[in-house]
């Protein structure tokens, strides 16, 4: 949604929180004796499995007819020296050796946010590699030691096919193009720029034609989805309000930097209009995505701790209703639904030997 490897920037801010106040690491929840993935109080889980083993994977978006899932991932022993784009059939199973696991990208500079076009033979993702063929340098902390996602000038949104092979690209602005996904009724994209100077919503016909601005507020608007019937947006945004949040939020952009502590929840018509706030917790609520009925919204969230651990949950869109739907004690985020309604996907810490890994995995849903 956001991530040029952001998944992994949070689990790292957790672990140094957790590091400097000498916080031991929690005990592994419980799980269920016959859903071994699962914890007890997952009431909305089902049937748990993980699809990916080490490494850094994220952002699982699934294919129109609910079969296939494309993710960025991050793993040495695939070769991948940052964030590329792979798919895979879920109806193969996946295992360490990453057998049934298909490469996109082609390697160079790093990618991030794939998500499948209608006809499952396409997907859009932003990369890098035509400012720089190299992996970009991530920069470990702000100018005054905050921590910060980097927001890397040379990503520019492309299409490819699952063969890996380039089709066309898409956007050409000066700066940062990325975050794109496309519309359950398949005939829009939303993607985050900095062409007007700040990071906002734009949205566009599927060739990259008819481009519309949809939000018009300083702060980091981003990580946006449609609705199911594609008449809502809904995405996570920074909001600096007073001199001194003003000014330290222009200061880091002007340097290619966000921090991504303090973020809520927006919603609004497709067109930008209707513009709202739907959630005021505190902490970072970020990678909201609709359920199948357009009236919840997942995403995940660390407003009880304002650290770790972040989770799943679970809200109404009038901003009620506010649910929790995982409990692990370190990081689950990304949830997304199959269009079919029936499973979701998420990436999570769980089950990951106590590493920083950070895996796929798909659940079965349940009301």
């Not at 449609?226 to 939020?249: C, M, N």
């Not at 209707?274 to 970020?286: S, V, Y």
Request: a negative charge.
């Amino acid at each position: 949604m956001h991530m040029n490897n952001h998944f992994t920037g949070f689990m790292f801010f957790g672990l140094a929180l957790m590091t400097a106040c000498g916080t031991p690491v929690a005990e592994e929840p419980i799980p269920s004796d016959t859903d071994t993935l699962r914890y007890d109080a997952e009431a909305h889980l089902r049937n748990v499995r993980q699809l990916t083993f080490g490494g850094d994977n994220a952002e699982a978006y699934w294919s129109f007819d609910s079969e296939k899932l494309v993710f960025q991932a991050n793993n040495p022993a695939w070769g991948t020296g940052c964030d590329q784009i792979f798919w895979m059939d879920l109806a193969a199973d996946a295992t360490e050796k990453a057998e049934g696991l298909n490469q996109i990208s082609n390697g160079q500079g790093r990618t991030t946010c794939a998500y499948f076009l209608p006809g499952d033979t396409t997907v859009v993702f932003a990369s890098t590699h035509l400012a720089d063929t190299l992996c970009p340098e991530v920069p470990p902390r702000g100018p005054k030691g905050e921590y910060v996602w980097p927001i890397y000038e040379g990503y520019d949104v492309f299409t490819y096919d699952l063969e890996g092979n380039p089709i066309a690209q898409l956007t050409y602005e000066p700066g940062y193009d990325a975050e794109a996904t496309v519309s359950p009724t398949g005939d829009r994209m939303v993607f985050t720029s900095t062409r007007s100077g700040d990071l906002e919503l734009y949205t566009c016909a599927l060739d990259g034609s008819d481009v519309v601005q949809v939000t018009n507020e300083l702060g980091y608007d981003g990580g946006a989805f449609f609705s199911p019937d594609g008449s809502q947006l809904i995405w996570r945004a920074s909001r600096p309000k007073t001199d001194e949040e003003v000014a330290h939020y222009t200061e880091l952009l002007a340097k290619g930097l966000v921090e991504p502590t303090a973020m809520e929840l927006f919603i609004a018509n497709a067109d930008g209009t209707n513009a709202r706030q739907l959630t005021d917790l505190g902490g970072a609520n970020w990678a909201p995505y609709f359920h199948p009925d357009g009236d919840r919204v997942l995403f995940s969230s660390n407003h009880k701790t304002a650290a770790f651990p972040f989770n799943i949950f679970m809200i109404n869109t009038d901003g009620t209703g506010l649910t929790q739907v995982t409990f692990d004690n370190a990081f689950d985020s990304f949830p997304m639904f199959s269009p079919d309604g029936k499973r979701i996907a998420f990436s999570s810490n769980r089950n990951n030997g106590r590493t920083r890994n950070t895996n796929v995995f798909v659940a079965d849903w349940v009301e």
